[in-house]
């Protein structure tokens, strides 16, 4: 396949890109190397653009690199909004450096059901209500956050230790062994291997989680599918075991280098869309702990969350595509023009899909005064402001204002046609 913005898919976040291509590829000979999808960067092969570990992504051929941050000197602009740069070979020859733990094929991810047993069993046996003191209570606790008390029967947390993760891993291990007998023989890994977040060491041990240890245990935040179902998780890292650069949040999987199952970035639901009727209000916001806070504050809520401003941007709007959407995305957009970019592209999106399926569905976007949130918003008790695309729009200026024009003019959109024309 041929790379161009057309055949991009959705860029390198979204959860159906097969980046784990790389491993087919990569200790093949240049000639032999052909384009069959993408890869996320990760901390072992990062961005040519921009060097970070994270958010920009390549083409399994090394031949083009979409960097999310910086736009100079790009061809253009890729499904994702991303910026495209195509690599000459010399430029690859230098920097092509296989990592040869890599060279081996990707473990496939498990069906849905045995992914949803597995992580609702690892909630059972690990829940979140056993580290009260350190992640329910508390300054930074979910309480403090607004999450009620039923909703945190639905968290898990992992031990603090290597070993305990990987005791709870071999209990893991038996349980789908005992419950899914038939599927556990087939297997060539042990059974629970294609789980994401766990994987098998060399010597044959299941493992849950990376081999280190932790001060404080980790936060896991399930994303439940369109049944209610864990298709996967996020783990919460404690702000004090995070440097400044690193991300708190992150999929529980390890396909890097430990060989487990990669989770993709799917979206979380905290509603059966089969039980909402059309034309209801849905609530479209980052990060599956906020939708859950907010549906604890406002239970009448209907949530549906990215796991990233930049991620699953189609998989959203297919997801809201029967309801009316109110796009309340963090705060940061008004002072930080990627994020700005990435709200703009998921409002082009959005409406383009009601004119190409001829819907009356509106879209309107969250503003609000105090925090970054929706969720910081309500627990403060800050009114919430609901703009129309148009008003939005007219409070934008400067930086944020160019942007969101920029992508709009890429994405072809053109609301303010309108606003002459009146
Ligand atoms: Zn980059």
């Known amino acids: 396949m041929e790379y161009s913005p057309e055949n991009s898919h959705r860029g390198p976040m979204s959860a159906d890109i097969p980046y784990t291509d790389q491993y087919r590829i990569i200790n093949l000979p240049q000639r032999h190397r052909v384009a069959s999808g993408f890869c996320r960067v990760t901390k072992y092969r990062r961005c040519r653009v921009c060097e970070k570990p994270d958010w920009c992504g390549y083409t399994t051929d090394e031949q083009t690199s979409i960097c999310m941050r910086i736009s100079n000197g790009s061809k253009g602009i890729s499904r994702n909004g991303g910026n495209i740069f195509h690599h000459n070979r010399l430029f690859l020859v230098a920097n092509h450096r296989p990592n040869r733990r890599q060279a081996l094929p990707p473990i496939a991810i498990v069906p849905i059901e045995i992914r949803n047993a597995v992580y609702e069993e690892l909630f059972r046996r690990s829940p979140v209500l056993r580290y009260y003191s350190q992640l329910i209570d508390g300054p930074n606790g979910l309480l403090s956050r607004g999450l009620c008390q039923p909703e945190i029967q639905n968290y898990g947390a992992l031990p603090r230790t290597h070993k305990e993760r990987a005791s709870l891993a071999r209990a893991l291990n038996k349980f789908v062994m005992l419950r899914f007998p038939m599927y556990a023989s087939r297997r060539t890994h042990a059974a629970i291997v294609g789980v994401p977040g766990f994987w098998q060491d060399d010597t044959g041990n299941v493992q849950l989680w990376k081999p280190r240890n932790y001060n ?201 046609i309108s606003l002459i024309k009146k």
């Open 216 to 416: 404080i245990p980790l936060l896991v935040i399930p994303y439940r599918d369109d049944k209610g179902r864990i298709q996967a998780c996020q783990l919460r890292l404690h702000k004090s075991e995070v440097s400044h650069s690193q991300k708190k949040y992150r999929w529980l999987a390890c396909p890097f280098p430990f060989r487990g199952a990669s989770s993709g970035t799917p979206i979380h639901f905290t509603f059966k869309p089969a039980d909402l009727p059309p034309v209801k209000t849905v609530v479209i916001t980052e990060g599956a702990l906020k939708a859950d806070i907010l549906v604890s504050l406002r239970p009448k809520a209907h949530v549906v969350a990215t796991s990233g401003v930049s991620c699953s941007h189609a998989e959203i709007i297919h997801a809201v595509r029967p309801y009316n959407a109110l796009i309340a995305f963090d705060a940061d957009y008004k002072t930080n023009p990627v994020v700005a970019r990435q709200l703009a592209r998921l409002i082009a999106g959005r409406e383009r899909d009601i004119v190409i399926h001829q819907l009356s569905t509106t879209t309107k976007i969250v503003c609000w005064q105090t925090g970054k949130g929706i969720d910081d918003a309500v627990l403060a008790n800050s009114p919430l402001e609901t703009m129309t695309i148009l008003e939005w729009f007219s409070t934008l200026e400067g930086k944020i204002l160019a942007e969101v024009k920029r992508a709009w003019n890429e994405a072809n959109y053109h609301p303010w």
